[in-house]
Nanobody
Framework: QVQVVESGGGLVQAGGSLRLSCAAS????????MGWFRQAPGKEREFVAA????????DYADSVKGRFTISRDNAKNTVYLQMNSLKPEDTAVYYC????????????????????WGQGTQVTVSS
């Protein structure tokens, strides 16, 4: 079955970096759009970044643009989120999500567009 598993979260000081990974299995990874979302305590889940099947289309939330980089390795069935210049407001549980797409450049910002989700990994940024 479709499965995505996040890893790489942890505790970091403000200004530091983390790299999250999302390992996929049970489907043809290169046919699926991948997204990262996050949810802070007491807040709704929000879009962070998305990458198309062929990585030719990428989108970021304004709050992370210039600091976070999403990438994918279709040979390793893995998507990454490199997070630099972290701020306390980046503290959240980060989720990986995916869905099948039929056009190579399609990406989605809305969480409702994604069919499959991981369990999340906690990122805590201390001030």
């Amino acid at each position: 079955q479709v499965q995505v598993v996040e890893s790489g979260g942890g505790l970091v000081q403000a200004g530091g970096s983390l790299r999250l990974s999302c390992a996929a299995s049970g489907f043809t990874f290169s046919l699926y759009t991948m997204g990262w979302f996050r949810q802070a305590p007491g807040k709704e889940r929000e879009f962070v970044a998305a990458i198309s099947r062929s990585a030719d289309n990428i989108d970021y939330a304004d709050s992370v643009k210039g600091r976070f980089t999403i990438s994918r390795d279709n040979a390793k069935n893995t998507v990454y989120l490199q997070m630099n210049s972290l701020k306390p407001e980046d503290t959240a549980v980060y989720y990986c999500a995916t869905r099948r797409t039929y056009l190579t450049s399609t990406i989605y910002r809305a969480s409702g567009e994604y069919n499959y989700w991981g369990q999340g990994t906690q990122v805590t940024v201390s001030s």
